[in-house]
Structures are given as structure tokens and as C-alpha cells.
């Protein structure tokens, strides 16, 4: 039995039999002691709701702070390595964001319910260490977020004031001389009604790409104020800071997947750029405002509100591509090189307000939300490119063909862009003894402009789901939900402005937590139709450029349980997903891999109950890029964990036997290498 097969069916069996796990010889827990363990929603996460996941009709993944610690994950992609339906590093080790997909398709990131991330390359990659959990709403958003991918959204939850936080102060060491300081206090200003927060990270960092460093400075001050037991008013700043390069050296297939000149191999750590010329350098500053006040019995209101401003100074280079099928390097391995510089810069103004309603109509118990969101954003860069100078593949000798300012002006381009739009939306969950439904509908109007070109949308997306809850823990729901996404430009077959490219999912689930166990299960199938594409090359002579559709189906099954055993509690955590997807052209979607898996456990022994040791196996299969395919890989992680009156500390081993993979390869004929091994020792000071 192959590995592939083998955690498939134990991330299967052990997501399918959660009840028989949590028996032991150990009592089992009693009703009123059961331990939550897939984490929590509220009023300003994923799904604006504080209603528990066991009555949501969606597929929603929650990774909370100390999972993600426990994995040992250093970045946002990291962290969702081990969720269902979730591609984190889709492009292997990275320095200049997060590449995650969702159910085959990439996604917004938000923070507390206000979209952070706008195009590529003009803002700061989030630190963990700033974020209490991260939050995945599967399938598409638009009732609650307006435009957006069918594939969902991931949401951060942020650190902020509250009372008996307490200090701590960490420090981290591991590969590639990754130094770390972190640091998160607490105070009470006014006693019961004014508290702050300081949380702050440090960090000099090389990495596995020659020439490369990782360093970063992140600052999140908060203040939460609550007047009265009926208001709560949080102010956050962010400030954040990255000095480094680009991890992603676009390597040729000529020596990675495929054999170079005399079968030659290039190291995955070669460096194509250019010292003294490559950079990427982004700073970002936020100011957010989370607040809540109780109007009566009934009614709450609720919103937040941001204003952020980034920049980001990309310089890089590498070697050219030479056209589809063609190879980058001749047969001594030598290509030319490009050249590529583009300053930007990105400004947000963004809230998001609605009331909220909790009552009774007869029989029916209703939760109604009813808001209005809006957001400007400003977008610039100046790009230049340019290719000249030679460089080895495999014995890169640098120096030749930089390009001086000047040539690099004499090329540069400039684009300007806003987006504007409002947003009203109403959702009420309904619940009625077992039975739970939901309905949502939604109206956006946007507003894109790109370098003098307008285009105004409007767009209605609706939502809908029913769950009934079982008392033994079963509950079966089905769901239906639409996304839209608006397309700036002129059709060139109608003359008409392009429409929004739209998405339509129904999902069919089930989730079970058996009464009185700690374990959870839920099991998902999904069907997502993405329209208004562009066409397939089967249709030449089409009515219209958008006749597109690609079309998403899969299952995903995610599992967790505590088991009590004589020695001590183990708790499990396993996922895995199956995924049809294809695109207009009915080929599988680029560098989505059609099966993936995880398993993680945690054990904390009887006799030592400080000491707490994990070990992870994930794996992807193989995915494919045209007529490239990459192969699949099996990593393991592990860690070993240990508290002692308040110091805990923790080592983690990612990648434990330093596999060599690539997370992708292009079919325009580039390599993406994964993350080599890395060891981490994390110390950390409470008081």
C-alpha cells in the first residue's frame, strides 16, 4: 500500500469514526463537560455570527493560535496546511505573500471582516504572531462580503485589548539563522473599562534561496474601551515592515523537472537574481476600529471600520521565459535574463456596519443581520521590464546586463486604478426546534476605474441553507450561495463592458459530534459552476468572449477527537480532500492537486502532563499545468512541547526528513521548490 493511499484512508476512517476513537478505559466526559475542540466563531469572524459551526449549513475550518503554534507554521500559508480543501503553499516556499486556494480557486484575505489584500506586491505579508485564529468560509461569500471568488474567503481574527490577558516575551532561533523576538503585554488602564495591548515581533531572517533574507518588523497596539456592559470599542493600529528578496526564482524545467545538459541537476537554493539590484521591500500601516453596542434586548449594532495605507519597492530578476514549449537555456545551460522593477502603493478606506436582531416570531427564534459595506481602494504601480545580459543556470556569475535607471525609466510604464463600492446586504438564520435555515440576499454596486477607463456593476447574490440537528449529534444540512466578481474592459466580440464573472455552489454536508465525546466530524460535498469566463478555444466564433465556464466538484471530510487513553490524551486532527476541477477548456485547473490529506496528533502523557509531543504527516498528489505535471510529495512535521511554571518551551521540526519536492511546475516553464527543512526552538516567558 502506497503512502498516498494509506493517509487517505486513515484521514478518512478516523474523520468517519470520531465516536469510536474517543472510547477508552478512561470515563468518558459528561455533557456539561465536553470540550469544544474545532474552535469558535463570533459576531466579527468568518461568518459575522456567533452561531456554532455544528449549526452553520457551510463547510467553515477555524486554525486557532495554538494549532498553528503546535505545527510549527511561520507564515499565513503555513497555517492552513492542514485544512480540508485548502492548498496553502501553492507555490512552494515564498518570501513575497501567501498563495493559498480554496476549493481549487484563489481567494480574498480578510481581516475581521474587511478585505486586506488588493492585487499583488503592494502591501505586507500578516505576521501570525499578531492574529489569535484564522478562519476559512468555504465556497462563495458574496451575501456577506460582496465581490469575491466561489471559492471563499480566509479571514484573520486579530489580537486586541481585553482584560487578564497577561505578558509574555518570546524567543526563536532555528535554520537559516531565523532569529525572532516577539512580545505581547497587557494593562488595565481604568479598571473595568479601559484596557491596552502591545503585541510586537522582530525578526532577522535568512532563507533557503541563496542571497535571500526574510526580516520583518511588526507592531499591533490595541485599546478596547466598554463604558458599560452594553458597549465595547476596539482601536487598532498595525504597522508592518518586510526588508528581504523574492524566494521565488522562476527556475527553468531545464535542470529542475527535466535533466539539464549532461543530465545536470540545479540546486533548489540557486540564486537567478541580481545582488545590490533585487528587492522586496513593503511597509504597510493600518488603523482599525472594532465596536459593538447593545441598542435594547434586541438589537446590537455592530461595525468595523479601516484605513490603510502600504507601498511596496519590487525589484528582481530572472531568467527569461522563452514562449510556451520553448526551453529557457541553451545547451550549456545560459539564458538571458529579464529584468523587472515596480514600485506601488495601495490605499483603503473600508467599513462594514449593520445591525443586528435576536427575537421570536411565535415558534420561530430568529438571528437577522442587516448591513451596509463600503470600500475605496487606490491602487499604483510604475512597471518596467526589460531583458538583456546572460546568466548560467547552474553556475550563475552575476554583474551582467544591469540595467541603470535610466534604461529602466525609458521603459516604465504607470498604472493608476480605484475601485469603489457599496454594499447592502440582510441574512437571517432561523430556528424552528431542529430545524435551522438561513436566507441572505445582497446588492452591490461597484465602481472600477483603471487609467482613465470606467466601469460601473451592479449585482444581486443570494444565499441560502437548512441543517436539522439530530439529538444524538447528527446534522445534515444542504446550501446554495452565489459570488460575483467584476471584469474591467469591452467585450470584443458584443462592444459591451464585460460582465461579472459569476459562481454558483451547492453544498450537501454533514456534521457530528457525538453527545457527550470530543470529537467532530463533518463531511462535504460541493458543486461549483464559475461563469462568464474567458472562452474555450473550441469556440472560435462564439457569441460573446465570455462563454467560459469551469466547473468545480469535490468532497472534503475533516475530522477531530480526543482519545483518553491510560498514558495519557491524544488529540487528533485529519483532513482530506478529493477535487474534479476544470476549466473552460476541460483541463484540470493549474497547480490544484486532485487529492490531498493530513493528519496531525498530539499527545500529553499521564506522567509528564507538561510535556506535550506532535507529530504531522501531510500529503498533495500529483497536479498539473498543461502538459506539465508535477509530482505529489509526503512531508512530516514534529513537535516537542514543554511547560514548566511559566516558561514553555517548544521545538518544531518541519519537513523532518528535508524531502525534495517541487509544489509546482508551469507550463510556461517554470519550477516552484517546497520548503526544505527547518528547525525551530521556540522559548517563551509568561508573567
Not at 197 to 224: C, E, H, I, K
Not at 440 to 455: I, L, W
Not at 542 to 559: D, L, R, V
Not at 589 to 596: A, C, D, G, K
Request: contains cysteine.
Amino acid at each position: 500500500m502506497s503512502m498516498r493511499t494509506y493517509l487517505l484512508g486513515a484521514c478518512a476512517c478516523l474523520a468517519l469514526t470520531p465516536a469510536a476513537l474517543a472510547q477508552s478505559d478512561a470515563a468518558q466526559p459528561e455533557a456539561d463537560d465536553v470540550i469544544v475542540v474545532t474552535g469558535s466563531l463570533g459576531a466579527f469572524g468568518a461568518t459575522k455570527s456567533s452561531a456554532p459551526i455544528l449549526e452553520t449549513a457551510r463547510s467553515v475550518s477555524v486554525v486557532t493560535a495554538d494549532d498553528f503554534l503546535a505545527r510549527g507554521a511561520l507564515t499565513l500559508d503555513d497555517s492552513l496546511n492542514y485544512t480540508a480543501g485548502v492548498v496553502g503553499d501553492t507555490f512552494g516556499f515564498s518570501t513575497r505573500g501567501d498563495f493559498f486556494q480554496v476549493r481549487g480557486l484563489d481567494v480574498p484575505e480578510y481581516r475581521d471582516n474587511l478585505q486586506a489584500l488588493f492585487g499583488n506586491y503592494n502591501n505586507t505579508r500578516p505576521h501570525l504572531y499578531t492574529v489569535d485564529q484564522v478562519e476559512v468560509l468555504k465556497g462563495p461569500a458574496s451575501v456577506l462580503y460582496g465581490q469575491g471568488s466561489p471559492g471563499g474567503i480566509v479571514n484573520l481574527a486579530s489580537k486586541v485589548a481585553a482584560p487578564d490577558l497577561g505578558q509574555e516575551v518570546v524567543l526563536s532561533y532555528g535554520t537559516h539563522d531565523r532569529l525572532e523576538i516577539a512580545g505581547d503585554f497587557s494593562a488595565t488602564l481604568i479598571e473595568d473599562t479601559l484596557y491596552a495591548r502591545f503585541v510586537g515581533v522582530y525578526r532577522d531572517a535568512d532563507t533557503q534561496v541563496d542571497y535571500v533574507n526574510d526580516d520583518a518588523v511588526s507592531l499591533a497596539p490595541s485599546l478596547t474601551w466598554t463604558p458599560n456592559a452594553q458597549t465595547e470599542i476596539n482601536l487598532l493600529v498595525n504597522y508592518d515592515e518586510r526588508d528581504g528578496d523574492t524566494a521565488h526564482q522562476f527556475l527553468p524545467l531545464t535542470g529542475t523537472l527535466n535533466p539539464g545538459p549532461n543530465g545536470e541537476r540545479m540546486s533548489n537554493s540557486v540564486y537567478h537574481g541580481e545582488p545590490g539590484f533585487n528587492r522586496y521591500d513593503t511597509e504597510s500601516t493600518s488603523i482599525t476600529v472594532i465596536a459593538s453596542h447593545q441598542l435594547n434586548e434586541i438589537f446590537t449594532l455592530e461595525g468595523t471600520a479601516r484605513w490603510r495605507d502600504s507601498s511596496s519597492e519590487y525589484s528582481q530578476s530572472w531568467l527569461a521565459f522563452a514562449g510556451a514549449g520553448v526551453p529557457r537555456l541553451d545547451a550549456n545551460g545560459n539564458g538571458v535574463r529579464s529584468w523587472y522593477d515596480n514600485p506601488a502603493s495601495s490605499e483603503q478606506l473600508a467599513f462594514d456596519a449593520r445591525v443586528r436582531g435576536d427575537f421570536m416570531t411565535g415558534a420561530l427564534e430568529h438571528e437577522v443581520l442587516v448591513g451596509v459595506n463600503y470600500q475605496d481602494v487606490e491602487l499604483s504601480s510604475s512597471r518596467a521590464f526589460l531583458r538583456q545580459g546572460v546568466l548560467n543556470a547552474f553556475n550563475p556569475v552575476y554583474g551582467n546586463g544591469v540595467p541603470s535607471m535610466a534604461e529602466l525609466d525609458s521603459v516604465r510604464g504607470t498604472t493608476e486604478s480605484e475601485s469603489e463600492y457599496w454594499g447592502f446586504y440582510a441574512h437571517d438564520q432561523i430556528s424552528w426546534n431542529n430545524w435551522i435555515a438561513n436566507f441572505g440576499v445582497r446588492v452591490d454596486d461597484v465602481s472600477n476605474a483603471n487609467n482613465g477607463v470606467s466601469q460601473d456593476v451592479d449585482a444581486t447574490t443570494i444565499a441560502a441553507g437548512l441543517l436539522y440537528a439530530f439529538d444524538n449529534g447528527l446534522s445534515p444540512y444542504v446550501s446554495y450561495a452565489e459570488s460575483f466578481e467584476p471584469q474591467l474592459g469591452v467585450d470584443n466580440v458584443t462592444g459591451d463592458a464585460l460582465k461579472p464573472e459569476e459562481g454558483e455552489q451547492v453544498e450537501l454536508g454533514v456534521k457530528y459530534q457525538p453527545t457527550g465525546s470530543r470529537s467532530y466530524v463533518t463531511l462535504a460535498y460541493f458543486d461549483i459552476t464559475q461563469s462568464n469566463l474567458p472562452n474555450p478555444q473550441g469556440l472560435p466564433n462564439a457569441p460573446s468572449q465570455q462563454e467560459g465556464e469551469a466547473s468545480i466538484t469535490g468532497f472534503e471530510i475533516e475530522g477531530v477527537t480526543v482519545v483518553e487513553l491510560p498514558v495519557g490524551d491524544l488529540k487528533l486532527n485529519a483532513s482530506a480532500s478529493w477535487l474534479d476541477a476544470e476549466d473552460p477548456d476541460g483541463d484540470p485547473f493549474s497547480s490544484i492537486p486532485e487529492e490531498q490529506a493530513s493528519i496531525w496528533g498530539e499527545f500529553s502523557p499521564t506522567a509528564m502532563q507538561d510535556l506535550r509531543l506532535g507529530l504531522g504527516v501531510r500529503y498533495l498528489g500529483d497536479n498539473e499545468s498543461g502538459s506539465i505535471t508535477t509530482d505529489g510529495y509526503t512531508v512530516a512535521d514534529l513537535m516537542v512541547g514543554y511547560d514548566f511554571e511559566n516558561w514553555s518551551a517548544m521545538l518544531n521540526v518541519r519537513n523532518v526528513f528535508d524531502e525534495e519536492y517541487y509544489a509546482t511546475c508551469l507550463a510556461r516553464g517554470d519550477c516552484f521548490p517546497g520548503e526544505e527543512r527547518t528547525v525551530n526552538l521556540r522559548v517563551a516567558r509568561r508573567f
